[in-house]
């Protein structure tokens, strides 16, 4: 991202509402301890941009009472703080492979291994706002043979502005272009206001939640698919390895395990084997 302020520290007299150390050290410790979320010193600007927002919303006059604001026994502000903070870049079948995998091998074998109970469940951790689980819906109803089974997805996110987005199965008309071919008849597309719809067959597989991946999880499991994308890279590495021997106590005895392509279970997790391309099975 662009930011539209100041680079140079130096220049922090210039901004509408001076950031000091201190006060950028005060929202890093608040970020950690509520979402987990270790924010580096190089995304400072970008958290100035979004703070300076919500500061001008508040009508206060500078950070040092928006840390006050914040440190305030069960603030309001902090989920809109957390919403401000998070990072939300998605797109429909983003890293197609992954779907690929999931349509022709996970499950065509699902099919296979479950024919007793007919129960598929897939989880989309940090969904942001709903391209992610609607890919994983359309790729599960082009399997006319899943059309009798108990399949849902789960979509959970921390940030309620992108939860709300995402349940409305609404998006911008330019977003069909991302979508394959062979899945464009389970869009609606509504050209007389801009926008692509999904369609209710697709809405109805999946269920969104608001989750803190640091909290307690309220389900159950197993699933047997969890697509964990480009989230942990905002954790250290103590964290990381916490949420994914959580992962592995949720997923069935075989469940498979997607990361961001520049994530890594390297040195993180031995509870998973790779088999390529950020795409991980669960053996212990």
């Known amino acids: 991202m662009t930011s539209r302020f100041p680079q140079a520290a130096s220049d922090s007299a210039d901004r509408e509402f001076p950031m000091s150390e201190r006060n950028f050290r005060e929202l890093k410790k608040i970020a950690y301890k509520v979402t987990g979320i270790n924010l ?19 009508g206060l006059r500078n950070f040092d009472q928006y840390c006050d604001l914040l440190g305030q026994d069960s603030s309001p502000e902090i989920r809109e703080f957390v919403n401000a903070i998070t990072t939300n870049l998605t797109a429909f079948f983003r890293e197609n492979h992954h779907f690929e995998y999931v349509k022709n091998t996970l499950l065509p074998d699902l099919l296979r291994r479950k024919q007793a109970e007919r129960r598929i469940r897939i989880w989309s951790a940090g969904c942001s706002t709903g391209e992610e689980p609607y890919s994983l819906a359309m790729v ?25 987005k995402a349940e409305s199965g609404e998006y911008a008309a330019e977003r069909f272009a991302s979508i394959p071919p062979q899945y464009h008849v389970l869009v609606e597309r509504e050209p007389q ?12 597989l999946v269920t969104f939640k608001q989750l803190n991946l640091l ?43 997607f990361i961001g ?22 053996t212990q």
């Open 40 to 58: 580096s010193d190089h995304k400072q600007n970008m958290i100035y941009g979004r703070l300076a927002r919500r500061i001008r919303a508040l």
């Open 140 to 164: 599960v109803r082009s399997l006319p043979a899943l059309n009798a089974w108990d399949v849902k997805i789960l979509a959970t996110d921390l940030d309620s502005n992108v939860l709300e």
């Open 193 to 204: 206001r801009n926008v692509i719809a999904m369609r209710g067959e697709l809405r109805r």
């Open 215 to 257: 909290h307690s999880w309220p389900m159950k499991g197993p699933f047997d698919i969890i697509f964990c994308r480009n989230v942990v890279i905002y954790f250290d590495a103590p964290t990381q390895i916490q949420l994914f021997d959580r992962y592995a106590n949720m997923l069935a005895s075989q469940g498979h395990l």
């Open 261 to 282: 392509h520049s994530e890594s279970l390297h040195k993180i997790s031995e509870r998973f084997v790779s088999l390529g391309r950020t795409i991980y099975q669960r």
